[in-house]
């Protein structure tokens, strides 16, 4: 079990709480692992992006040319036989397991994924082969429920007051998520141009933000989502602040609502929805003339920009990225067009940062209502996610876009 603890001493860009790792009790592997890995590394790197510090058992090495930002604690021969693979996934799994650990820049750890390999052909083969078996409508239920009913540990490191999951909008690096979020929903409801007796479909409802921020409002809320967890919180938050929305459990590909609403709100759900036609055609037939659509997401430059840590354990299926291209071509098939576009990948940092932040100080309470293979998994998620989107890498990226009907 990992001990909260002071911190190491090892450098890093940001601090945070530090644990106590234990000193590895076995023979972490053969004679000359730290030496082999060492030189995995020089192979398949000239120069590392970070320097570490290798510990297993009494032996340790340093990784990389200047002072080490981190420690990488050995414990197993299953970890050491991970490390060495210099896969991804498989270090990903060990960390999880507690056969590695990590003492120092957390954040820093994740720029090793530059000198790792993600190759995992079974898990993306079978999250494309499931729904040509299955079907989508089949399969979608499922995937969302992977990890959104999850008793909803997730709210632990979300704002407290609208419990989005998604990035809000920050004007300091030191706004308080729920600054950030207060300020993403009204800037949503602004440009949806909402007003009381106006009608909004929230797809993808989440923990019910921006269906209360909007009922508070007068606005008339219909809400769908797949998760069941997200569904009863929901409404139990919507009765107690005596709010009305009629928030229901639909499946956005088979949902039919026969009619038509004013604005259609999308807030990080188009990775979900990775089939862009499909998705502009129905948005096109349920947003009036008048109406607007808003969607925030995260985007790549690749169609299908997902790590197999993701696919595996995180978000199932054919979640991925949103590769804009693709989505720009279905828009323009349709009969919708860009009103307005903002680029949000700094907010995304900085929210999913304060995610990983507050994830951290609320440890003890994810270990005992979840346990620590769950925290840790999702410190992963967390992380990973903060290093994609900083200004030094070019993985990834974020948008607020806002579309309507073409003028006829």
């Known amino acids: 079990m990992v001990r909260v603890a002071q911190a190491t001493g090892l450098p890093g860009r940001r601090s945070d709480r530090q644990y106590a790792l234990p000193v590895p ?27 570490f510090l290798v510990r297993a058992g009494e032996d340790t090495l340093v990784m990389g040319d200047n002072e080490p930002v981190f420690e990488m604690l050995i414990h197993t021969p299953a970890g050491m036989a991970a490390v060495l693979s210099l896969r991804e996934l498989a270090i990903a799994e060990a960390y999880m397991a507690g056969d590695i650990d990590f003492d120092g820049d957390f954040f820093a750890v994740m720029a090793l994924r530059d000198v790792l390999v993600d190759r995992e052909l079974s898990v993306k083969a079978w999250a494309w082969l499931k ?31 609208w419990h989005t999951y998604t990035p809000g909008i ?51 809320v219909t809400a769908i989502t797949l998760s069941r967890h997200q569904l009863a919180f929901t409404r139990e938050l919507l009765e107690h602040e005596k709010l009305q929305a009629d ?8 949902y039919e609502p026969g009619r038509r609403f004013d604005a259609i709100s ?31 997401f995260a ?45 949000d990948r700094r907010n995304y940092r900085l929210w999913v940062g304060k995610v990983h932040d507050r994830w951290v100080e609320q ?19 967390h992380a990973g996610v903060t290093a994609t989107m900083d200004d030094s890498t070019e993985r990834a990226t974020a948008y607020r876009l806002v579309v309507a009907p073409r003028r006829r």
């Open 299 to 343: 985007s790549t430059h690749v169609p299908f920009g997902v790590s197999s840590f993701i696919t595996k354990y995180v978000w199932p299926g054919e979640f991925r990225m949103v590769y804009l291209p693709g989505l720009m071509r279905a828009l323009a098939r349709s009969s919708l067009e860009v009103v307005e576009m903002h680029n």
């Open 363 to 381: 440890r003890d309470e994810v270990l005992r209502l979840a346990g620590e293979r769950t925290w840790r998994m999702l410190r992963l998620l």
């Open 170 to 220: 920050y004007h300091e690096e030191a706004d308080t998520m729920e600054c950030g979020a207060t300020r993403k929903l009204e800037a949503a409801f602004a440009v949806l141009r909402l007003a009381p007796g106006a009608t909004l479909l929230e797809i993808g409802c989440g923990w019910g933000g921006f269906v209360r921020y909007c009922a508070e409002r007068d606005v008339k």
């Open 25 to 51: 009790s076995v023979d972490p592997g053969a004679p000359g692992g730290l030496t082999q890995l060492r030189d995995a590394l020089r192979a398949r790197s000239a120069r590392l992006p970070v320097s």
């Open 131 to 161: 729904p040509v078996l299955m079907g989508r409508r089949r399969c979608n239920p499922g995937w969302i429920a992977h990890h959104y009913d999850a008793d909803n540990i997730q709210l632990l490191a979300s704002d407290t007051r």
């Open 266 to 296: 999308l807030m990080g759900v188009l990775e979900d929805l990775s089939r862009y036609r499909a998705v502009a055609q129905r948005l096109a037939g349920w947003v009036e003339p008048h109406g607007r659509i808003y969607a925030d």
């Open 247 to 254: 928030v229901s459990y639909q499946d956005f590909f088979s």
